[in-house]
């Protein structure tokens, strides 16, 4: 089995106070604030995690969801391997103003880029205004994964990281991104000159990461 050493940035989107950044909170260090400021333009977290026998380092910039800075936020779509948009299952407007936000990044990101919905809050269940049949809709509808998730619980926090990194694994090994085109968000780099040669050869092994 390879060791494979992904950095993946990963954008998160979408309208304010839908638990972006508890979502960011509880996956890097594991702990949940009831009580986060609104993030000015975007702030950064990281994690390594094991998917498939690879090392994988995510890049993960959590983006604000006000409207005056949509412009920036703009900006951190391009060069991710991913995005994870989240809605607030307790919030009707939250879900309904997805396919704008979807547009948006279609429109920066590249193509091949990995998209994840994620309906938040799912401890909420007795406020739920957005069916997680609606959601599962949504994603079907425009190729996205899809879950929901709780960032006060813990429910489906690592799966929305690790489904989404699993996917752009996937994605390299099936040639879906040439690992060697920067064009993509990926940059290659080796421990051993050799390595850099037998990729070349073979568009396999090494170490890479995903910027």
Same mark, same amino acid.
């Given at each position: 089995m390879k060791t494979l050493l992904v950095q993946q940035k990963v954008a998160k989107a979408l309208d304010p106070s839908v638990g972006k950044s508890c979502l960011m909170l509880q996956f890097t260090y594991n702990r949940f604030q009831p009580i986060h400021d609104v993030t000015i333009g975007a702030e950064f977290g990281s994690r390594i995690v094991n998917i498939n026998g690879g090392h994988i380092k995510l890049q993960i910039w959590d983006t604000a969801g006000q409207e005056k800075f949509r412009s920036i936020t703009r900006f951190y779509y391009r060069g991710a391997a991913a995005a994870l948009l989240v809605y607030d299952i307790t919030r009707r407007e939250? *879900?309904?103003?997805?396919?704008?936000?979807?547009? !948006?990044?279609? $429109?920066?990101?590249?193509?091949?880029?990995?998209?994840?919905?994620?309906?938040?809050?799912? !401890?909420?269940?007795?406020?739920?205004?957005?069916?997680?049949? @609606?959601? @599962?809709? *949504?994603?079907? $509808?425009?190729?996205l994964l899809f879950l929901e998730a709780s960032s006060k619980t813990f429910l489906n926090v690592e799966d929305a990281f690790t489904k989404t990194a699993a996917k752009i694994f996937q994605n390299i090994e099936e040639g879906v991104f040439d690992a060697l085109s920067e064009s993509c968000g990926i940059q290659m780099g080796y421990r051993r000159p050799q390595d850099r040669l037998k990729a070349i050869d073979t568009r396999r092994g090494g170490c890479c990461r995903i910027l």
């Amino acid at each position: 089995m390879k060791t494979l050493l992904v950095q993946q940035k990963v954008a998160k989107a979408l309208d304010p106070s839908v638990g972006k950044s508890c979502l960011m909170l509880q996956f890097t260090y594991n702990r949940f604030q009831p009580i986060h400021d609104v993030t000015i333009g975007a702030e950064f977290g990281s994690r390594i995690v094991n998917i498939n026998g690879g090392h994988i380092k995510l890049q993960i910039w959590d983006t604000a969801g006000q409207e005056k800075f949509r412009s920036i936020t703009r900006f951190y779509y391009r060069g991710a391997a991913a995005a994870l948009l989240v809605y607030d299952i307790t919030r009707r407007e939250t *879900f309904d103003n997805l396919a704008s936000w979807l547009e !948006d990044v279609r $429109q920066q990101a590249n193509s091949n880029m990995t998209i994840m919905l994620v309906g938040n809050k799912a !401890d909420l269940t007795h406020q739920r205004l957005v069916s997680k049949e @609606e959601g @599962e809709q *949504f994603a079907k $509808q425009n190729g996205l994964l899809f879950l929901e998730a709780s960032s006060k619980t813990f429910l489906n926090v690592e799966d929305a990281f690790t489904k989404t990194a699993a996917k752009i694994f996937q994605n390299i090994e099936e040639g879906v991104f040439d690992a060697l085109s920067e064009s993509c968000g990926i940059q290659m780099g080796y421990r051993r000159p050799q390595d850099r040669l037998k990729a070349i050869d073979t568009r396999r092994g090494g170490c890479c990461r995903i910027l």
